[in-house]
């Protein structure tokens, strides 16, 4: 079997969760990677759905059980992580693996997969319309906008090590680019 992965990488709030929507809902043979978290749900978020939601302490024993391909702390205190179990029981099925991931984590998925993985940095126009984005998402506090927009600013740095940049300045371009990238990917 091709055991094959896509990741898509972006600082937040650069439009990636709609591209990966978009891209699940138009290809079949894409299953998105169910992460790994030690934050609380958000909103509608439910548990086995956009994340498995444990407590800091399970997701601590769960690293010492070296049950994660890769995890990070991506905001102080707030851990995510791919586990093994996920990678397998998508293969099992014969799907590509999408991943949504925080930029480090895609480095580290790259480096893992190799030439079974395809890279992609999802790119904001610019920090300013990063920070409009956050606003008009209106799910953050201000104090936690800046933080995200900070954060931001030393992620962009890491585009040079992925294996393809989608700039996010038009949503209907981004979403084609999108798909052409996954169909080349995916057909090799
Ligand atoms: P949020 O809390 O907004 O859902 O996600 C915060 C960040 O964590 C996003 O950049 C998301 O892509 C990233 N993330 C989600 N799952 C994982 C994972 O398994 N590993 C890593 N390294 N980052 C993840």
Redesign the pocket.
Same mark, same amino acid.
């Given at each position: 079997m091709n055991k094959k992965v896509i990741i898509f &990488? %972006?600082p &937040?709030g650069a439009g990636?969760s709609t591209v990966v929507g978009h891209l699940l809902k138009t290809f079949p043979f894409l299953e998105f990677?169910i992460? %790994? #978290?030690s934050?609380s749900p958000?909103g509608n978020e439910k548990d086995g759905v =956009? /994340?498995y939601f444990f407590s800091a302490e399970q997701f601590r024993e769960l690293i010492a059980r070296d049950a994660f391909v =890769?995890? =990070?702390e991506? /905001?102080p205190g &707030?851990f /995510? @992580? #791919?586990l093994r179990s996920e990678v397998e029981r998508i293969w099992a099925k014969g799907h590509i693996i999408l991943?949504?991931?925080?930029?480090? @984590? @895609?480095v580290?998925l790259k480096r893992i997969f190799g030439d079974n993985a395809l890279s992609v940095f999802v790119k904001p126009p610019s920090v300013e319309e990063l920070r409009r984005r956050l606003i008009g998402r209106g799910t953050d506090s201000p104090e936690a906008i800046e933080r995200r927009v900070a954060k931001a600013e030393e992620e962009l740095e890491y585009e040079p090590q992925f294996d393809r940049v989608l700039e996010n300045d038009r949503l209907d371009r981004t979403l084609a680019e999108a798909e052409n990238i996954v169909k080349s990917f995916a057909v090799q």
């Open positions: &990488s %972006a &937040s990636k990677s992460s %790994a #978290t934050r958000r =956009e /994340y =890769e995890y =990070e991506v /905001y &707030s /995510y @992580g #791919t991943f949504d991931i925080d930029v480090r @984590g @895609g580290n």
